[in-house]
């Protein structure tokens, strides 16, 4: 692999890219991190699979109602609404709320009794993605995800 990788406080690494130093984009910061009441789970896994398709399930939101259906995906209704995107010199961000099925079992626990969550997607050049899903209890998870090639 060409370029820098950086070991992080928090057991990752990140890809710093092949630019020169002065030309990299800034390595985004995860203020969550330090939030009382939020609780890190980290791992490292290894895909057998191009990196670009690893980094291309983190941000196809539309596969929601197909992979996720046993849980918040609504296969009845795989149904995307518009949505704007904001982009910046580094960055992506977008925000989407999307039907779900009717909660059952243990997910009407966190997902509460309504049929709808958020998911908030922003993409860090050159490597970092953000995926916030919140549900509608209030309940949310966040997955900070940095892949090497």
Known sequence: MEGDCLRCPYHGWAFLGDLPPEER????????????????????????????????????????????????????????????????????ETSVVLESPRPRGLSRWGMGGASTHTVHLAVHLPNVTVLETTFAGGWRMRLLLSNLP
């Open 25 to 92: 984009p800034p390595i985004p910061s995860f203020p969550e991190l330090e939030v009382p009441g939020w609780r890190a789970v980290q791992g490292s896994f290894t895909w057998q699979a191009p990196y670009t398709r690893v980094v291309e399930n983190a941000v196809d939101v539309a596969h929601t109602p197909f992979l996720h259906r046993r849980s918040f995906g609504n296969p009845d209704n795989p149904v995307m609404p518009r949505f704007e995107v904001t982009v910046t010199p580094h960055s992506v």
